[in-house]
C-alpha cells in the first residue's frame, strides 16, 4: 500500500510512473472506475468517481492526469460490444489510452475489417497502456464516406499497443511524467468487432446519458482543483507567513459545487430526464471562469514565492508546470474575443 507521500517522492522529478505505482494503481482497480461491475470494474457513480480523480490530482499532476484520461479511456467498456468488453477486461491490469484527434484513416474491407493508417497525438499513459483508442475517418476505395448529412463517418477503434510504433516526443514544461506521447499505425487491419461509436452503448446505467462534454468538463475541473490545493500546500511550506486561507476555502467552496453539479445531474438523468444545450452551455460557462480565476490565484501567488520556488527539483515548481500544462487543454481555452492584452 503506497501512501500519498510515496507516490509524491516516486513522481518528483520523475519522467516517468514507476512501475511500483503502477503496480499499485491495478491493485487498487483504479483505472476501472468507469467500468461496470459486470465487467469487473468498481462501477463508480458520477459523483463519486470526480472525488477520486480530485483526490489522484491533489496528490501528483501526472499521476491525476494519467489516471483521469486512462479510467476515461476505459470508460469505452460501455461503448464496446458486451462479448468484446467482457474478453477485453477480464485482463485485470487492462488500461487503455489514446487520442480525441482524428489522425487518420480506416479504409473499409469487404470482409468487415479496416486498414488504418495515421498519426496520433497526445496519447496520455502511452508507456503503460495495453491498448490504444483513435479516431478514424471511414473511407472506401481512397474515398471519405459521407452520412446523409453530408458529414465524413467517424469511428473508433481499439488496437493493442504492441500493434502501434509509439513515439516519445512529450516535451512540455509539466505533466512529465505522465506519459503523453504520439503514436502511429500502418496498414493494420482491424476487426469491426473492435471498433465503436462512443455515444452509442451497450450498456443501460446512468453514467451512459451524460453528455460527454459534462463529463469532459468536470473530470478536468477536479483536476484543476486538485493541483490547486496542492499548490497552496507547497507554497505554505515556502511562505509560512503568508495566509492561503481563503485561497484554500475557495478551492474547497468550488470543489463542493463541481460535486453538487454531478449530483443534479445524476439526480436528472435518474428521473428519465435529459440535459438541456442550456444547462451544459451553463456549466461549460463556470468551468471556463473557474479555470481562469484559478490560473489567475496561482500565477498571484507564485510571484510572491520568491527565488526557492523557481528551483527547478522543487515541487513546488513542478506543481505550477503541471497545472499550466494541464491547464493548456482546449476545452476551456479562452476564445480571442476574450483575450485583453492592453495594459
Known sequence: MLSTKDIRQDLQGASIVSDKVIQHIHEEGWLKIWVPKKYGGLGYRFEEGLKALFGWAE????????????????????????????L???????????????????EKQNDNTYIINGLWNFATGAPHLTHFTLN?????????????????????????????????????????????YSFTLKNLIVSEDYSFVYDHFFTDDILDSIPFRVFA??????????????????AELIRSEISFKSFAESVEKHL?????????????LSDHKEISDDQ????????????????????????????????????????????????MHSNFRPSADDLNFSF
Not at 491490469?93 to 487520442?99: E, L, T
Not at 474515398?143 to 488496437?159: A, L, M, Q, T
Not at 463542493?256 to 436528472?268: P, T
Request: hydrophobic content about 40%.
Open 88 to 106: 477485453l477486461f477480464t485482463n485485470s491490469n487492462i488500461c487503455f489510452g489514446g487520442s480525441g484527434m482524428v489522425g487518420g484513416t480506416a
Open 217 to 234: 468538463d468536470l473530470t478536468l475541473l477536479v483536476n484543476y482543483l486538485g493541483m490547486a490545493s496542492h499548490f497552496i500546500e507547497e
Open 280 to 327: 451544459q452551455n451553463e456549466i461549460h460557462t463556470y468551468g471556463t471562469e473557474l479555470t481562469k480565476q484559478l490560473s489567475h490565484q496561482i500565477l498571484t501567488v507564485y510571484i510572491q514565492l520568491g527565488i526557492r520556488a523557481t528551483d527547478t527539483n522543487s515541487a513546488v515548481y513542478q506543481v505550477f508546470c503541471d497545472y499550466f500544462t494541464a491547464a
Open 59 to 86: 496528490t501528483d499532476g501526472s499521476f491525476g492526469w494519467m489516471l483521469t484520461l486512462c479510467a476515461g479511456a476505459n470508460y469505452f467498456s460501455r461503448n464496446i460490444k458486451p462479448e468484446i468488453a467482457e
Open 136 to 180: 478514424a475517418r471511414i473511407t472506401e476505395n481512397g474515398k471519405p464516406i459521407i452520412d446523409n448529412n453530408g458529414n465524413e463517418i467517424i469511428r473508433s477503434f481499439i488496437v493493442l499497443k504492441e500493434q502501434a510504433e509509439i513515439i516519445p516526443n512529450w516535451r512540455s514544461m509539466g505533466m512529465k511524467a505522465s506519459g503523453t
Open 256 to 268: 463542493r459545487k463541481v460535486l453538487s453539479i454531478a449530483r443534479d445531474i445524476e439526480n436528472i
